[in-house]
Each structure stands twice: as structure tokens, then as C-alpha cells.
């Protein structure tokens, strides 16, 4: 017997049927050791030793394995395709072997496979190798740059910027992407323009023609400046007629693009059906898993031959033989590492359509994705007749001319499968989509109308996940397979957010990128990150000794950073103010001095650094406490209560005045002035410009007291804290769901959640109460729920709750969504989901028999993505 070690208990699971009983397929669950999040995993002052770590919840997977081996004639490591399968089968074959659990006679073979499927599995094991230590040098050269980049710039970061997370290789360069769009966006004048387009009439049908020329000048977009110009040139062409001078139709091929790889998957997942480039991964790992498509996380565009093979059967039995090119098509991969080429991404069985699969809805989406984009890549080009039409204005004295274009498809090709959006990101020109009437030299179209409209040139786009991983893989930053951990490290981290699809910055995230540009330039430059990467990719291939490329690296590092430990804060604050002057001190109507404090009319505004991040303060502090959160400062909406105007009125009972004031934590009020006056933030949802006394006043009067309880005597209070509106009876916090009701909310009511909370219906920790459920389903192994928690939305089953995606919904979350979601939160706690109990006709009691309660294994071992700062 042999054993043989996957990453996934759902690939163990598959490949122990293909392989039967002269095998035992066991589960690593990922890595099973990782470097400990501390000083000192990583040291170079031993020519770059690095200590593993061994998880918790990986001691017990590792003996099993090493059970399993006890009675075996062989180890076979068949962990994934790639650098990071490369690196857990060296972790799992060192630690084994430092357990001197594989004895001196017991052969170690590496084997890989592409696809999850039997003739995949059973050619794989019949071709065994060496675990290819090349690529296992590229992945701890990653591991210990990330290393020594986290835990170098971080405590810096801390020191120096406080409220700052972290930095990273790979993550401040895309993060330095994003905000460099938004310094774009905001020194961005954006400029008028006008456009004049007439509607023309041949043959009974209207068509659409710009003006192309005046006077011979050509009128490019942005020719005409004002509307008066516009208006002119609209009567120029209303009081002449129109003879067409010329015709031109040329013949164009639209080619299909290459199969897709990890990043093409991602973009076009993100574009056409929405997903985060996150669900995206996760929704290819379980078609892979399943023996659906092909290893998911690749670089390369090539196909196998027998899968180009399969793809043209396909498009032969479906679409017909003019659809199929005479040879198949070849697409050369554009990856510079060939070792880390593998096959595109493409269904294992072309013959199963999307529709005939039964999956779950978003895997059948992305399934289908995949499916048409490989059998698009080998059918034929699609066919378009271009046509472009001159037609004259004759106008006593002036030379005149409009231009009318279009296109009409001759022959579909592959848009017949794909449709004409046959292209994540390409741009199609509304004008060249338009069917034109036939036209000739000679004809006299009729005029229906002139129409003029006013446009402005508009900012370059902020970057949506698809965009910027397009961006960074033109850059060459990082590595595609790990785009998606990086992305949701910047959203983890609050240094960016997605509205929309759209990506923008947050201050503290520009703070970090303006800070980097400023001390540590070159490390987060475009060219040197991808110079890096380049240098990464010849340790894979055996070009590069790794420890040669540690010590370039580090003796360079190390003296960038000597250089500004003893950097004064206020150097640090001067920096940022010029590199940030746009974003936090946009120029005034009134044209004064943007930095000019507006409470005290003299100090000078400036960036300052507090324990919980960044805010805007006077240089004249202390005897003025101007201050303003970031985000007002770049809006221009400095709020007046912060210039010392914002006086609601006089409080009848103390005689003293409330105000309303922007602190760096949002607005807030405050009664009267001196030492410690009474203040209180406003609750989230209320609008400091439409805030009224009388509101200010019921903020001021909290903690309320509701009344006292009938039982115990004492009193039950009402107040809004750091987790929202709650109620306090003896030491016992209880949420309220609604702001308003802390000012309503009567004895009854208040006794009536108090009591909720003694019957277990609130969790503890803080007060936080239980949610009512959000949606629920009815499942086989008992309801299921969707959930709001005090940490984000949830899933539960039982014992078990499972985090919801921060990019999904909870309210779309489906019952498929659901039950994955829970299943990976079992397989990674070692919990067993067990059946709902069939309901049984009442019974004679018996004695329950005692149970010995069984220890749930632990977690599993996470898989760590390449180019991932360390947590901290």
C-alpha cells in the first residue's frame, strides 16, 4: 500500500475512488507549518535560517500521516501544480522525515496532475519525480521577503504614522496604484466641449452622422469649445444639402481571445457576472475539486492537445464545420517562468454543457464562463464589413463635412457562442456597432434633424478588482494566483473600499502610499517590484541562487531603513502635508490660503497624527483647538461648529450654550465650555446639518434612566456606547435595535429584553445581541439561518456559523451559498454536520446510554497565498 497526501479532503476523497484500495489518499488541509508571526522567524544575520512552525491543528494531520506510513511502501505527494503544492509537499516530506516517520527504504515521489480526473490522476502516477526544489527556493525567497518587508516597515508604520496597519511587497505597490488613480482623479480640470451630429434619412431609414471637417480642418472631439460655436455650425448644416462623396467598406476579423488564465478569469468574472476576484477563487477551487475544470491557478494560455482536440469535437457536434478554423489554434503564453505554466483554465469534459450540470447557480455561472471562453478560443474568426461614408454639406462659401460609420456582421463566428462582448475590457465604439442603409456615391440623403450637446472630458476611472489586477499584471507586480489574497488584504485593512465596482483609497491607506513615497520610494516602485519578480522567477527556474537575491535584497533594505529611524515626526508631517496638499487642502472659493486656520485666522493647518490615525489641527494648539477629520478637509466641508460657530442655542435649564463641533472622530455636541464640559457624539444615521437643539439636548441628556425593576429594585438606564443604543440593569448590557428607541423606550419594554437576555437570547461580550434571523432555509440536516452578528453577517447551522464573504450580500445569500459555506466551516473546525432526526411516533422512555464526548479535531492548517503580508 502507498499513501498518497492532497491539499483538500474533497480531492482525497475523488482520487482514493480513481486509485482504489492499493492506496490511502490523506488530507494536509493546506500547509501544515508556516513562519510564527514574531521577530525572529526570519533571520539574516544567519544567512537568512527561517523557523517553521508546525499549526496546532496540523499535529493531528501530520500523524495520521505518519500512521499511514508505518505500514507503506511509498509516499507519493500530490499536492497542487504549482509553487505553493511544491512548497506543502517539501514542508510535509521535512517534517516527516525530522519525525523519522519515512524510514531510509521508503521511496518519496512528487507527482501533479492538471485536472481531478481519472486518466489525469493515473497518467500522473505512472510519470513520478523529485520535488523540484527550485520552485521550493523561489517560495521561501517569497516567504522570507514578505517577511522581512512586514515586519521591517510595520513597526515603522507604527512608530511614525500611528493607526497604521501594516506594509507589505506586493500590497503597497497595488495600494500606491489606487491612490495615485485618486490624486489623478482630483487634480483632474476637467474641459468643455461640444458635439454636432445630424440625423440623415436614405431610403426610408435614419442613420446618425457627426461633422468630421470645417474648411478642411478636421473637428476632432475636442474642437469645439462653447456652445455659441456649436450653434453656428447647427445652422451651417440646417441650411445646406447634403450629396454623399465617398463610400469605403473594408472586411475585418474579430480573432477570440486565448483560454483564460487565473487573471483573465478574475476580470472577466468580475465584469460580466459580478464576482469579487475572492468568490471568484473560491468558486474554482470546487469545480477543480470536482473534476470539472482544470487547475485554476495557472499563468499560461497553451491547451493540452487532447483537450484542443475535445474542443474542436465540440464546436463540430454543437455549431457545425464552418465554424472551425482548418488547424486549431496556439496561443503562446505570455509568462516568463514556463515552470510555472501550466495548461489554461478549460473544462475537463467539453461535451458537459453549463446547463446540464447540477451545481449550485454561481458555479454553473462561472462554469459557463470557462466553458465558452475555451470553445470560443478554437472557433473561427468572426467576419465584419466596415463601412465609411463621406456625405458633403453644400454651403455657399464653406466646406463642410460629415462622416457616417458602421459595420454589419458577415459571419458570427465565435460571437455566436461568446456574444459580442467577446472581451473583458475592450472598448466597442457605439458608432462602429451601427447598421448603416445601403449607401452610394452620389445619393442625396434628407436632413431630419441637427442636434448639439455640451460634453466635459472626464477623469481617469478609479480601479475596479479587474482593472487593477489587469494593471498589475501589465506591470508585472506580483504573481496572478495571488491578486485575490491581496486585493482583500487592502479591504481587510480599511486602505481601501469598494463602492460599486470601484475602488477608492482611504485616508489612511494615502497616508501609508504618501509616507512610502516619501522615505522608502524605490520600494514601491513599479519597475523594482517587477524587476523582483523577475529575478523570483529565474530562483524557480534554477537561474538564481535565492540566498544571493536575499542578501542584495536585505543589505539595500536595511540600509533604507537605518536612514529614517531616527526621523522626527514633524519631518514626517512636512512630507506628507506637500505629497498630500491636494487631497487634504484643496484651494478655497475665495481664493485665500487653504492652510489658513478658519477659528483662529492666523495658525496654520496641518496634518497630525493621533493614537487612533490622522486629523487636521492648528499649529496654534494649544489656545486653538481647531481640528477636522481628513475627510472633511479634502471635501471642503469643514464643518462651522469646528470654526467655533456652531451654536444651537441656549440649554433652558443650565443657561449655558451647545454647540456643534467636528472632531476627529466625526461631529459631536457639547454643552457650554470649560475644563470638562458634557459632550457626546452623534449616533450613526444623524446629519450634523439638520441637527436641532432639541435633539442636541436628548443627546446630552444620556444616560437616561427608564425606571427601576419590578423585581430587583434597581435601575434601568438607556444610552448609546461604543456598540450602540443598549439598556443597563445590574451590570447587564442589552442592545436596542433602533437609536431612537434609547429616548422612548418604556419600563415594559426595557424588562421585557432583559428578561430575553437571562433566557440566553443574547450572546455575550459586550452586550451584543442575538439578531433575528436575516432569511432562513429548511435543510436535511436541520434549518439554516442567515444572520447579522456583532462581527459581520453570518451563516448557522446548529453548532455551527460560517463568516459571509464581505463582498456578498447576506440578504442574496442562497441556500447552495449556504450549505458551502458551512461544509468548509466544518472540514476546517473537524465538526461533523449531522442529520436532522426523523420525527418518530411517541415511544416507551428508555435510559440514555452514557457517551464518552469525543474531542473535535482542530482547525485545519491554513494555505498561505504568495505576496501576503504577515498578520499583525
Same mark, same amino acid.
Given at each position: 500500500m502507498?499513501?498518497?497526501?492532497v491539499e483538500?479532503?474533497?480531492?482525497?476523497?475523488t482520487?482514493?475512488k480513481?486509485?482504489?484500495k492499493d492506496?490511502?489518499?490523506?488530507?494536509?488541509?493546506?500547509h !501544515?507549518?508556516?513562519l510564527?508571526?514574531?521577530d525572529?522567524?526570519?533571520r539574516?544575520?544567519?544567512?537568512f535560517a527561517?523557523?517553521?512552525?508546525v499549526?496546532?491543528?496540523a499535529?493531528?494531520?501530520?500523524?495520521d500521516?505518519?500512521?499511514?506510513?508505518k505500514?507503506?511502501?511509498?509516499?507519493i505527494l500530490?499536492?497542487?501544480?504549482d509553487?505553493?503544492?511544491?512548497a506543502?509537499?517539501?514542508?510535509?516530506m521535512?517534517v516527516?522525515?525530522?519525525?523519522?516517520?519515512?524510514?531510509?527504504?521508503?521511496p518519496?515521489?512528487?507527482v501533479?496532475f492538471?485536472?481531478i480526473?481519472?486518466d489525469?490522476v493515473?497518467?500522473a502516477?505512472?510519470n513520478p519525480?523529485d !520535488?523540484?526544489m527550485?520552485l521550493?527556493?523561489?517560495y521561501?525567497?517569497?516567504?522570507?521577503?514578505?517577511?522581512?518587508?512586514?515586519f521591517t516597515?510595520?513597526?515603522?508604520?507604527?512608530?511614525?504614522?500611528?493607526?497604521s496597519?501594516?506594509?507589505?511587497?506586493?500590497?503597497?505597490?497595488?495600494?500606491r496604484?489606487?491612490?495615485?488613480r485618486?490624486?489623478?482623479?482630483?487634480?483632474f480640470?476637467?474641459?468643455?466641449?461640444?458635439?454636432?451630429?445630424?440625423?440623415?434619412k436614405q431610403a426610408?431609414?435614419?442613420?446618425?452622422?457627426r461633422?468630421f471637417?470645417?474648411?478642411?480642418?478636421?473637428t476632432?472631439?475636442?474642437?469645439?469649445k462653447t456652445g455659441?460655436?456649436?450653434?453656428?455650425?447647427?445652422?451651417?448644416i440646417e441650411?445646406?444639402?447634403?450629396?454623399v462623396t465617398?463610400v469605403e467598406?473594408k472586411?475585418?476579423?474579430?480573432?477570440?481571445h486565448?483560454p483564460f488564465?487565473?487573471?483573465?478569469?478574475q476580470q472577466?468574472a468580475?465584469?460580466?457576472l459580478?464576482?469579487?476576484p475572492n468568490?471568484t477563487?473560491?468558486?474554482a477551487?470546487?469545480?477543480?475539486?470536482?473534476?470539472?475544470i482544470?487547475?485554476?491557478?495557472?499563468?499560461?494560455v497553451q491547451?493540452?492537445p487532447e483537450g484542443?482536440?475535445m474542443?474542436r469535437?465540440v464546436?463540430?457536434?454543437?455549431f457545425?464545420?464552418?465554424?472551425l478554423?482548418?488547424?486549431a489554434?496556439?496561443?503562446?503564453s505570455?509568462?516568463?517562468?514556463?515552470?510555472?505554466?501550466?495548461?489554461?483554465?478549460?473544462?475537463?469534459?467539453m461535451?458537459?454543457?453549463p446547463?446540464?450540470?447540477?451545481i449550485d447557480?454561481?458555479q454553473?455561472?462561472?462554469?459557463?464562463l470557462?466553458w @465558452?471562453?475555451?470553445?470560443?478560443?478554437?472557433?473561427?474568426?468572426?467576419?465584419?464589413d466596415?463601412?465609411?461614408?463621406?456625405?458633403a454639406?453644400?454651403v455657399?462659401?464653406?466646406?463642410?463635412e460629415?462622416?457616417?460609420t458602421?459595420s454589419?456582421v458577415t459571419?458570427?463566428?465565435?460571437?455566436t457562442?461568446?456574444?459580442v462582448?467577446?472581451?473583458?475590457g475592450e472598448?466597442?465604439d457605439?458608432?462602429e456597432?451601427r447598421?448603416?442603409?445601403?449607401l452610394?456615391v452620389?445619393?442625396?440623403?434628407?436632413?431630419?434633424?441637427?442636434?448639439?450637446?455640451?460634453?466635459?472630458?472626464?477623469p481617469?476611472p478609479?480601479y475596479t478588482?479587474a482593472?487593477?489586477?489587469k494593471k498589475?499584471?501589465?506591470?508585472?507586480i506580483?504573481?496572478?494566483?495571488?491578486?485575490?489574497?491581496?486585493?482583500?488584504?487592502?479591504?481587510?485593512?480599511d486602505y481601501?473600499r469598494?463602492e460599486?465596482?470601484a475602488?477608492?483609497?482611504?485616508?489612511?491607506g @494615502?497616508?501609508?502610499?504618501?509616507f512610502?513615497?516619501s522615505?522608502?520610494? @524605490?520600494?514601491?516602485?513599479?519597475?523594482f517590484?517587477a524587476?523582483?519578480?523577475?529575478q523570483l522567477d529565474q530562483?524557480?527556474?534554477?537561474?538564481?541562487d535565492y540566498?544571493?537575491l536575499?542578501?542584495?535584497?536585505?543589505?539595500?533594505?536595511t540600509?533604507?531603513t537605518?536612514?529614517?529611524?531616527?526621523? @522626527?515626526?514633524?519631518?514626517v508631517l512636512d512630507?506628507?502635508?506637500d505629497l498630500?496638499?491636494?487631497h487634504?487642502?484643496?484651494p478655497?472659493e475665495d481664493g485665500?490660503d487653504p492652510?489658513?486656520?478658519?477659528?483662529?485666522?492666523t495658525g496654520?493647518?496641518?496634518l497630525?497624527?493621533g493614537k487612533?490615525g490622522?486629523?487636521i489641527?492648528?499649529?496654534?494648539?494649544?489656545e486653538?483647538?481647531?481640528?477636522m477629520?481628513?475627510?472633511?478637509a479634502?471635501s471642503?466641508q469643514?464643518?462651522e461648529?469646528a470654526?467655533?460657530?456652531g451654536?444651537?442655542?441656549?440649554d433652558?435649564e443650565?443657561?449655558e450654550?451647545v454647540?456643534l463641533?467636528s472632531?476627529r472622530?466625526?461631529?459631536?455636541?457639547?454643552?457650554g465650555?470649560?475644563?470638562?464640559?458634557k459632550?457626546s457624539?452623534?449616533p450613526?444615521?444623524?446629519?450634523?446639518a439638520?441637527?436641532t437643539?432639541?435633539?442636541?439636548?436628548?443627546?446630552?441628556?444620556l444616560p437616561r434612566?427608564?425606571?427601576?425593576h419590578?423585581?430587583?429594585?434597581?435601575?434601568i438606564?438607556?444610552g448609546i456606547?461604543?456598540?450602540?443604543?443598549f439598556?443597563?440593569h445590574d451590570?447587564?448590557?442589552?442592545?436596542?435595535p433602533?437609536?431612537?428607541e434609547?429616548?422612548?423606550v418604556?419600563?415594559n419594554?426595557?424588562?421585557?429584553?432583559i428578561?430575553?437576555?437571562?433566557?440566553?437570547?443574547f450572546?455575550r461580550?459586550?452586550?451584543?445581541a442575538t439578531?433575528?434571523a436575516?432569511?432562513?432555509?429548511?435543510?436535511?440536516?436541520?434549518p !439554516?439561518?442567515?444572520?447579522?452578528g456583532?462581527?459581520?453577517?453570518y451563516?448557522?447551522?446548529g453548532k455551527?456559523n460560517a463568516?459571509?464573504p464581505k463582498?456578498t450580500n447576506?440578504e442574496d445569500?442562497t441556500?447552495e451559498?449556504?450549505?458551502?459555506l458551512?461544509?468548509?466551516?466544518a472540514?476546517?473546525?473537524?465538526?461533523?454536520?449531522?442529520?436532522?432526526?426523523a420525527?418518530k411516533?411517541a415511544?416507551?422512555?428508555?435510559?440514555a446510554?452514557?457517551?464518552?464526548?469525543?474531542?473535535?479535531?482542530a482547525s485545519k492548517?491554513?494555505? !498561505?497565498?504568495?505576496d501576503?503580508?504577515?498578520?499583525?
Amino acid at each position: 500500500m502507498k499513501v498518497v497526501v492532497v491539499e483538500s479532503p474533497a480531492k482525497a476523497k475523488t482520487i482514493n475512488k480513481y486509485l482504489g484500495k492499493d492506496y490511502e489518499v490523506l488530507a494536509s488541509f493546506g500547509h !501544515i507549518r508556516d513562519l510564527p508571526s514574531k521577530d525572529g522567524s526570519v533571520r539574516p544575520e544567519e544567512d537568512f535560517a527561517m523557523s517553521w512552525e508546525v499549526d496546532t491543528a496540523a499535529r493531528k494531520r501530520v500523524s495520521d500521516i505518519a500512521n499511514a506510513l508505518k505500514n507503506a511502501d511509498g509516499l507519493i505527494l500530490a499536492t497542487d501544480p504549482d509553487r505553493e503544492g511544491e512548497a506543502i509537499s517539501w514542508h510535509i516530506m521535512d517534517v516527516l522525515r525530522a519525525k523519522k516517520a519515512i524510514k531510509k527504504d521508503t521511496p518519496v515521489q512528487r507527482v501533479v496532475f492538471n485536472a481531478i480526473t481519472k486518466d489525469a490522476v493515473t497518467a500522473a502516477m505512472a510519470n513520478p519525480r523529485d !520535488i523540484d526544489m527550485p520552485l521550493v527556493d523561489a517560495y521561501l525567497a517569497r516567504r522570507a521577503l514578505d517577511y522581512l518587508v512586514g515586519f521591517t516597515l510595520s513597526p515603522i508604520l507604527w512608530r511614525k504614522l500611528p493607526g497604521s496597519r501594516s506594509a507589505g511587497r506586493v500590497q503597497s505597490v497595488a495600494l500606491r496604484l489606487v491612490s495615485d488613480r485618486e490624486a489623478e482623479i482630483e487634480k483632474f480640470k476637467p474641459e468643455e466641449y461640444w458635439s454636432v451630429e445630424a440625423q440623415l434619412k436614405q431610403a426610408g431609414k435614419s442613420f446618425l452622422a457627426r461633422l468630421f471637417s470645417v474648411d478642411g480642418k478636421k473637428t476632432d472631439k475636442l474642437a469645439i469649445k462653447t456652445g455659441e460655436d456649436a450653434t453656428a455650425l447647427k445652422a451651417l448644416i440646417e441650411s445646406g444639402q447634403f450629396n454623399v462623396t465617398n463610400v469605403e467598406k473594408k472586411p475585418t476579423k474579430r480573432n477570440p481571445h486565448a483560454p483564460f488564465t487565473t487573471s483573465s478569469l478574475q476580470q472577466d468574472a468580475s465584469s460580466r457576472l459580478g464576482f469579487s476576484p475572492n468568490r471568484t477563487m473560491q468558486i474554482a477551487q470546487r469545480l477543480y475539486e470536482d473534476g470539472l475544470i482544470t487547475y485554476m491557478r495557472t499563468d499560461a494560455v497553451q491547451m493540452a492537445p487532447e483537450g484542443i482536440g475535445m474542443a474542436r469535437s465540440v464546436i463540430g457536434k454543437y455549431f457545425g464545420e464552418e465554424y472551425l478554423p482548418e488547424k486549431a489554434r496556439i496561443y503562446q503564453s505570455k509568462a516568463k517562468n514556463a515552470q510555472e505554466a501550466h495548461e489554461a483554465i478549460r473544462p475537463t469534459d467539453m461535451f458537459k454543457r453549463p446547463e446540464q450540470l447540477h451545481i449550485d447557480a454561481d458555479q454553473q455561472k462561472l462554469y459557463g464562463l470557462i466553458w @465558452r471562453r475555451t470553445l470560443a478560443s478554437q472557433m473561427k474568426s468572426a467576419e465584419i464589413d466596415r463601412t465609411t461614408v463621406d456625405i458633403a454639406v453644400n454651403v455657399p462659401g464653406r466646406k463642410v463635412e460629415l462622416r457616417a460609420t458602421g459595420s454589419v456582421v458577415t459571419f458570427p463566428g465565435f460571437l455566436t457562442l461568446y456574444g459580442v462582448e467577446a472581451s473583458s475590457g475592450e472598448d466597442n465604439d457605439d458608432e462602429e456597432s451601427r447598421e448603416l442603409p445601403p449607401l452610394a456615391v452620389g445619393d442625396k440623403p434628407n436632413l431630419e434633424k441637427v442636434a448639439i450637446e455640451q460634453h466635459f472630458t472626464q477623469p481617469p476611472p478609479r480601479y475596479t478588482e479587474a482593472s487593477l489586477i489587469k494593471k498589475m499584471e501589465e506591470l508585472g507586480i506580483g504573481r496572478p494566483s495571488t491578486y485575490a489574497a491581496t486585493l482583500t488584504t487592502l479591504k481587510d485593512r480599511d486602505y481601501v473600499r469598494l463602492e460599486g465596482k470601484a475602488l477608492h483609497p482611504e485616508d489612511r491607506g @494615502r497616508i501609508v502610499t504618501a509616507f512610502l513615497e516619501s522615505f522608502f520610494s @524605490r520600494y514601491v516602485e513599479y519597475d523594482f517590484t517587477a524587476h523582483l519578480e523577475e529575478q523570483l522567477d529565474q530562483v524557480s527556474a534554477g537561474e538564481l541562487d535565492y540566498k544571493t537575491l536575499l542578501r542584495d535584497f536585505w543589505r539595500d533594505f536595511t540600509a533604507a531603513t537605518e536612514e529614517i529611524k531616527d526621523l @522626527r515626526v514633524s519631518e514626517v508631517l512636512d512630507a506628507l502635508n506637500d505629497l498630500l496638499a491636494d487631497h487634504i487642502f484643496p484651494p478655497r472659493e475665495d481664493g485665500s490660503d487653504p492652510r489658513r486656520c478658519p477659528t483662529c485666522g492666523t495658525g496654520t493647518l496641518s496634518l497630525k497624527l493621533g493614537k487612533f490615525g490622522a486629523f487636521i489641527g492648528c499649529s496654534n494648539y494649544p489656545e486653538c483647538k481647531h481640528t477636522m477629520q481628513l475627510s472633511d478637509a479634502a471635501s471642503g466641508q469643514a464643518s462651522e461648529a469646528a470654526a467655533g460657530d456652531g451654536v444651537l442655542g441656549v440649554d433652558p435649564e443650565s443657561g449655558e450654550e451647545v454647540h456643534l463641533k467636528s472632531g476627529r472622530f466625526g461631529p459631536y455636541v457639547q454643552l457650554g465650555e470649560g475644563k470638562e464640559p458634557k459632550r457626546s457624539s452623534l449616533p450613526r444615521g444623524w446629519d450634523a446639518a439638520s441637527l436641532t437643539l432639541e435633539r442636541a439636548l436628548q443627546l446630552l441628556s444620556l444616560p437616561r434612566e427608564v425606571g427601576r425593576h419590578p423585581e430587583t429594585g434597581l435601575p434601568i438606564t438607556a444610552g448609546i456606547g461604543r456598540y450602540g443604543p443598549f439598556i443597563l440593569h445590574d451590570g447587564k448590557y442589552a442592545n436596542l435595535p433602533d437609536v431612537e428607541e434609547v429616548f422612548t423606550v418604556g419600563i415594559n419594554r426595557a424588562v421585557d429584553l432583559i428578561a430575553q437576555k437571562a433566557a440566553g437570547g443574547f450572546k455575550r461580550g459586550g452586550g451584543g445581541a442575538t439578531q433575528t434571523a436575516i432569511k432562513s432555509f429548511e435543510h436535511e440536516s436541520g434549518p !439554516i439561518t442567515v444572520r447579522s452578528g456583532r462581527y459581520g453577517p453570518y451563516v448557522n447551522q446548529g453548532k455551527i456559523n460560517a463568516t459571509i464573504p464581505k463582498d456578498t450580500n447576506p440578504e442574496d445569500v442562497t441556500l447552495e451559498q449556504a450549505v458551502a459555506l458551512l461544509a468548509a466551516r466544518a472540514e476546517a473546525t473537524g465538526t461533523k454536520v449531522k442529520k436532522a432526526p426523523a420525527k418518530k411516533k411517541a415511544a416507551a422512555k428508555k435510559p440514555a446510554a452514557k457517551t464518552a464526548a469525543k474531542k473535535a479535531p482542530a482547525s485545519k492548517a491554513k494555505k !498561505i497565498p504568495e505576496d501576503e503580508t504577515p498578520p499583525f
